[in-house]
Each structure stands twice: as structure tokens, then as C-alpha cells.
């Protein structure tokens, strides 16, 4: 049993394979007090007792206590979680313990993403907490995994009086600990420049990340880590807590007066307000915590463990994805039925496996100023209409996929001429026109239904096998026609709760359908999104070198079977650098890997190595997809060269990948300390026709071959003896 309860004291103890998380009821009043959350502690009996709490008296702020999901106005000056506001106008919330039960399994969040298992992996805590005099009851609600060091968080908050409250804030997480020098690790970026590493020192005072453009977003990813002084990629501390949700939030640390640290990690209550009737509920979205007291790298195995086994979905979740070429980058919105067959034809030749209809197939869909909303085939462009591509597509051996942006609507388009009240925009005012587009109001019935039978009437005319999910701004003039005026701040949020129903609706309807999510690259690429879709567009620059920094960051949370990575053409349409074509592939071969270029028209030379890449994919692509990911270098760091490996999980085959960015003497060449193979085996190395043993590896170390020249990869292959 993963959690058990000292009855005599009051305490819960969650436990994982090697970690513990210790909670308890203060005897007086019952706030909920965190204790303990760390390296597994062994004893069930004995457990340390709670710090003190003067729960009656109160006779001092509660400022110095650890608590498990802080309320504001009773004198926590912290970061709280929860906000309300009721009919008098109380906002102070004072909760006690109620009950708990303990339970074999996970429950499932009414209409959210979340990590799922059966009832021998993992247990689950429920503690309830009312406050009576403001008629709320909070359900705080912990799932311990048995066989991986994740706890997960969500909350359930009920309206238990008989006038209407509102919601103003609910946070889902909260982990108070004694400060030890923290460092804070979060993930920022822009469009093309995704998911960069951020380390910094953290300060007294309340610093974190944030997003209110209604999506995740490419600047702050919702993912926050506490790491212990001189954490590396194998030894230090790490807290951290990824938000599985796409929309708003926030992820904050505070460091106060008594040195300790508050971590939480919810939606942002930027503009949030949530109508309670009388017996309603409000379900906030879960946080994954995880605890390594071996370095991130071991955090990393563990968020890659559970995002593949726990949260992805579907038939393609553990299967090789068929290799695709996309056409945006080889032809933008300037293609027709004989273009895309052209591209096919020499894709399948060459070993290809699908071809992918970016934008522009649709509408008056000329360029990006006009027709989104539009779903039907334009056949000026498509002579024949989608059928005849598709059929003529499968009969080279090839599946077919297709682009849609289902959440938007072109001013400039027969959807926006017949219900312009369908878009999200303030009346009078002159709306943002990111790309030159709107947001649909998805948090109206009617628009989901109508997005979801025009995408079903294209998907249902043609064996379509893959679908690209896009979403290319985020959202502003946020109001909406059908929300009364004090329900207004609902719709961040039930825009999220419209996009989730509708790739639900998507992925049951056609379940052999591959759906990859994508935001103007990786805009959106979260967990939220990977419980309907296996795969992420990982970002619009496919340039391998900057590449290197944007896969590190992503790879240090998502499995690599989830980023989307393609070869494309040079120069980089992104950046305008130059990179040797193998090193394109090298780079890409850690993704799900694909092309996105003009089949036709690259260099012979280019070309000729395809089917040589498409069979290292095919060799490969099994570890990649379900090995264990070791992170030996970072170019990000080192400015110099990069280098990971994935390890199978029985030890024995590995993939090692060297990327030398800047050219290095032969002198120079870096010993790579490999990691996660087994130290008594010998392995085989392809690439050097040599052996050498694990402990060898590990411990003395290896060398890459000197690749001669800046852009060059190097790519080993490691087989068990
Ligand atoms: C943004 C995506 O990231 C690109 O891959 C491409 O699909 C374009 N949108 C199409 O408009």
C-alpha cells in the first residue's frame, strides 16, 4: 500500500519507490500541515512529529507554518491557493479537516487531461476540508505512484452553502520546504527558440512564471523546478511540478522571512472568476510532482516513464510513427494535386512513408490572411478533389495526413461573414488580428459542433491516416456573447475545457487517426495536449543546431517519442544557417523524425542519403521511442558540443549521439562518461568495430570520432555482447 494513516497523529504518509510525502491534521481546529517531502522515510510508526501549529489561539500568523494548501486572510502572508468571494462579500477562507478516504487507482478529472492508471500502480488519498462559515468544501486529492517517484495533485472545490460564490483563485499544488540555497529552474522561450533552460538563484520575495495568453505559449512553459546547489544531471535535489493543462498559469516560488520555500503551481487567476451555484463543483487541473535526489537526469526518467505509460493515449502511443513529409516548408500556400504528387512520388521511392497537406488546401486559402474557418477542399488547388489525392497518395504505398487550425476564423472568411458573434472579440472595440485571425469561441456548444462535423466531413471523405492540430495565437479582447456579464471571467478556462472536448471527440470518433498537436511550433506543447495526441510539433525552426538547445529543454521533461522533428532544407528557413545533411538527420532521428522539404529539387547529393536515414529511423527508432534518456552534454552549456543517449530497457543496445558544433582539435575530443548501461557487459561498438565493457564506459569514458568541421554528428551504436 502506497499511503498509509497514523490515526493516533493525525498522518498521512504517501510513499513511491523512493521518495515520501508526509502530511498531517493540526488536533485543534485540522488545517491541513505539510511534513515531510523527500528521500523515503522507512518508518510508518515513529514519524516526526508536526511542527507545532496554535491552532486555537492563534496568537501568532501562520506564516511560519508548512501548509498543504494554503487559504488567504488568515494571516499566511504567502502565496495562497484558493480565492473566493460570496454573497456578503467574505473572501477569507479557514478550512478543517473533515475525512479522507485511501484508495486503490486514480480518478479521472471531469472533462481534463490527466495521468491515468490501474489499481496496482498506484494509490490515491482524498482529505476533505470545509470551511462553514463560507460554505466551501475543498476535496484535496493525492495519487502516489508504486512503481515511479511521482505524486500527483488535483482539487475539487464545492459550493456546500445556499447562495451562489464565486471562484476568484485555485491554485492546484502547493509544497512548502526549508529553503537550502534553491535554485529555480523553468523553461522560456519565443517562436523558434522554445524551451530554453533557466537557472537562477532564487531570492527572498516571490519570483516565477507566468502565462495569460490563454494558452501555455512559447515564452514560460508550465513546468518549475527547485534544485539543490550544484545539481547536475546525476547528483542533487530536485522538486519540481509540471501543470497538466494548456492554458493559463502560474508557477511560482517564494522564499520568506523563515526560510522556507512555497512552491505552487495553478491557474492564473489573471481575469479568473468561476460561478459556484449552490452544490457545483469546480475541478482545478493536476500537477505531477517529482522528487530525485539523484540529479535532473533521473527526474527526467521519470516524467518520460510517466508521460508514456500514464498519459498518452491511443493506438500509436507505443508503435513506430510512420515516416512523413510535410509540404509547408517545401511549398508554403503555392502547391496543387500534381505539386503534392510529385513530392509523394519521390518521397515513397525513397522509403518515405506518409505525405502530409499543410496549410492552404481549403477555402480561398491563398495565402495566411484569409479563410481559416472555411473546411471544405478547395479544388481549384486539388483537381479531383481530396479523394483522388489521397488514393493516388496511398497507391505509392503512402499514408496521407492533413493540416487543420480548428480554433480560428479569418475575418476574411464565409464562417466569420455568417457568424461573426462566434468569434472571441469585445463589441465596438477593434479586435487584435494576430496572422490576421480571430479565436472561435469554443466555449460555445454550437461552434464545437460545427468545428467537429466540418474537420469529421473532411477526415470521413478520404482515408486520412494523420491529422496536424494547429493553433497560431493566443488569445486577446477575451469576451465572450453567450457568458452573462459576471460569468465573463469563465472563459480562459472553459475555452480550455472546449479544446479538450473537442480532440476527446476527435480521438474517440476516429481512433486510428495519428493527431500531432502544434502551435506556430511549439506553442503548446504540454501535458495537457499529449493525453489526446502522441506527438508535438517541438517548433517551426528545424534548423539542427538550434534544435540542440530547444530539444534539450523539451527532452528534459516529454519523452523523446513525442517531438515532432524534421529534416528540412538549407539554409534554414528560420535562422539561415547551413548544416550538413546528416547532421539535419542525426538531430532529427531523437524526435519522431520526418522531412519537411522540396523532395524534388534538393541536391542529388541530399537526396541520396535519404533511404540511409529512413533505415537508421527504422534501426533506431524502438529505443529512442522507449529506451531511457541520458543527457552527457549540453552545447547549451558548453558552447561547444552536445551529446545524449538513450538505453533500452533491458541494457542492451544503446544510442549515443555526439553533435560537434564548434570543430574541435583531435587533441581536444571530449571523454563522454556514459550512463545506464550495464557495467558488467561488453558492447559492441557499430561505428568503431570495437568492444569495450560497460563499466568502461561509465566510469573512463568514451571518445567520439573527431567529425572534422563546425555542424558535424556523430551517431554510435551500442549492442550488448
Ligand atoms: C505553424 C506551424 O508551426 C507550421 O508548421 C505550419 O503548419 C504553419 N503554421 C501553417 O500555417
Request: net charge negative.
Amino acid at each position: 500500500m502506497g499511503i498509509i494513516y497514523n490515526e493516533q497523529k493525525r498522518i498521512f504518509k504517501l510513499d513511491t519507490p523512493n521518495t515520501s510525502y508526509i502530511l498531517g491534521v493540526g488536533d485543534e481546529f485540522g488545517h491541513l500541515v505539510h511534513i515531510y517531502y523527500g528521500k523515503k522515510i522507512a518508518s510508518t510508526d515513529n514519524l516526526s512529529k508536526m511542527p507545532s501549529v496554535d491552532e486555537k489561539n492563534k496568537v501568532w500568523y501562520f506564516d511560519g507554518t508548512k501548509m498543504e494548501y494554503p487559504t488567504g486572510d488568515i494571516g499566511d502572508f504567502r502565496e495562497h491557493c484558493i480565492e473566493i468571494r460570496n454573497e456578503n462579500g467574505q473572501h477569507a477562507l479557514e478550512c478543517g479537516y473533515v475525512s479522507h478516504k485511501i484508495y486503490k487507482g486514480k480518478p479521472k478529472l471531469e472533462g481534463l487531461p490527466a495521468t491515468f492508471s490501474n489499481e496496482e500502480d498506484c494509490t490515491t488519498l482524498e482529505v476533505v476540508m470545509s470551511d462553514s462559515i463560507a460554505g466551501i468544501e475543498i476535496t484535496l486529492i493525492y495519487t502516489a505512484f508504486e512503481k515511479l517517484d511521482v505524486i500527483t495533485r488535483s482539487v475539487i472545490v464545492k459550493n456546500i452553502c445556499d447562495e451562489r460564490v464565486k471562484l476568484t483563485k485555485i491554485l492546484s499544488s502547493c509544497l512548502d520546504v526549508e529553503n537550502n540555497e534553491y535554485e529555480m529552474l523553468t523553461l522560456h522561450g519565443s517562436w523558434g527558440r522554445e524551451r530554453n533552460i533557466q537557472r537562477k538563484r532564487i531570492g527572498y520575495g516571490r519570483q516565477g512564471i507566468y502565462s495569460e495568453r490563454g494558452v501555455s505559449g512559447h515564452q514560460d512553459h508550465p513546468f518549475i523546478a527547485l534544485l539543490e546547489p550544484g545539481t547536475n544531471q546525476t547528483m542533487g535535489e530536485v522538486y519540481a511540478m509540471n501543470f497538466v493543462y494548456s492554458g493559463n498559469f502560474e508557477a511560482q516560488c517564494e522564499l520568506n522571512q523563515h526560510d522556507t520555500v512555497r512552491l505552487v503551481m495553478g491557474i492564473n487567476p489573471y481575469q479568473f472568476e468561476w460561478t459556484l451555484e449552490s452544490g457545483e463543483v469546480f475541478t482545478a487541473p493536476e500537477v505531477v510532482m517529482v522528487y530525485s535526489s539523484e540529479g535532473l537526469g533521473k527526474m527526467t526518467r521519470t516524467y518520460h516513464d510517466l508521460y508514456r505509460n500514464h498519459l498518452i493515449r491511443g493506438k500509436y502511443r507505443s508503435i513506430k510513427r510512420p515516416v512523413l513529409i510535410n509540404n509547408w516548408e517545401a511549398t508554403y500556400f503555392d502547391f496543387d494535386t500534381d505539386k503534392l504528387l510529385s513530392i509523394a512520388k519521390k518521397a515513397s521511392e525513397l522509403g518515405i512513408e506518409m505525405l502530409v497537406m499543410d496549410d492552404g488546401w481549403f477555402g480561398n486559402r491563398f495565402d495566411d490572411n484569409r479563410a481559416l474557418g472555411d473546411w471544405v477542399v478547395n479544388e481549384d488547388k486539388l483537381k479531383g478533389g481530396l479523394k483522388y489525392l489521397v488514393d493516388e497518395v496511398n497507391r505509392l504505398g503512402m499514408k496521407f495526413g492533413i493540416w487543420f487550425e480548428p480554433e480560428m476564423v479569418c475575418p476574411d472568411s464565409d464562417l466569420y461573414r455568417a457568424h461573426p458573434d462566434w468569434a472571441i472579440q469585445i463589441p465596438g472595440r477593434n479586435p487584435g488580428r494576430s496572422r490576421n485571425q480571430l479565436v472561435l469561441d469554443i466555449s460555445r456548444k454550437e461552434v464545437r459542433d460545427y468545428i467537429f462535423d466540418s474537420l469529421s466531413k473532411v477526415l470521413k471523405s478520404a482515408n486520412v491516416e494523420y491529422v496536424k492540430w494547429d493553433m497560431n495565437r493566443a488569445l486577446t479582447d477575451v469576451w465572450s456573447h453567450e457568458l452573462e456579464p459576471d460569468r465573463q471571467g469563465e472563459l480562459y478556462h472553459r475555452y480550455m475545457l472546449g479544446v479538450y472536448e473537442l480532440q476527446d471527440r476527435l480521438v474517440t470518433e476516429f481512433p486510428d487517426i495519428l493527431l500531432e498537436n502544434c502551435s506556430s511550433g511549439g506553442g503548446r506543447y504540454d501535458p495537457g495536449v499529449l493525453y489526446y495526441s502522441p506527438q508535438v510539433w517541438c517548433s517551426d525552426n528545424a534548423d539542427a543546431i538550434s534544435r540542440l538547445n530547444i530539444q534539450e529543454g523539451t527532452s528534459l521533461i516529454y519523452p523523446l517519442s513525442t517531438m515532432g522533428a524534421h529534416v528540412t532544407d538549407c539554409p534554414n528557413h528560420a535562422v539561415g544557417r547551413t548544416t550538413p545533411f546528416d547532421t539535419r538527420g542525426a538531430v532529427a532521428l531523437a524526435g519522431t523524425f520526418g522531412y519537411e522539404l522540396d523532395i524534388t529539387k534538393i541536391s542529388d547529393e541530399d537526396r541520396s542519403k535519404i533511404p540511409g536515414q529512413v533505415e537508421m529511423y527504422h534501426k533506431y527508432n524502438d529505443i529512442v521511442r522507449e529506451g531511457d534518456f541520458y543527457r552527457l552534454a549540453s552545447f547549451s552549456q558548453n558552447n561547444r558540443y552536445d551529446s545524449y543517449m538513450v538505453v533500452s530497457k533491458d541494457k542492451k543496445e544503446a544510442l549515443v549521439t555526439f553533435v560537434q558544433v564548434i570543430a574541435i582539435a583531435s587533441h581536444a575530443m571530449p571523454v563522454l562518461k556514459l550512463q545506464g548501461l550495464d557495467p558488467g557487459t561488453n558492447y559492441y561498438i557499430e561505428e568503431k568495430h570495437e568492444v569495450m565493457a560497460g563499466d568502461v564506459l561509465m566510469n573512463m569514458g568514451f571518445v567520439p570520432n573527431n567529425e572534422n568541421g563546425d555542424f558535424k554528428a556523430g551517431l554510435y551504436h551500442l549492442v550488448a555482447r
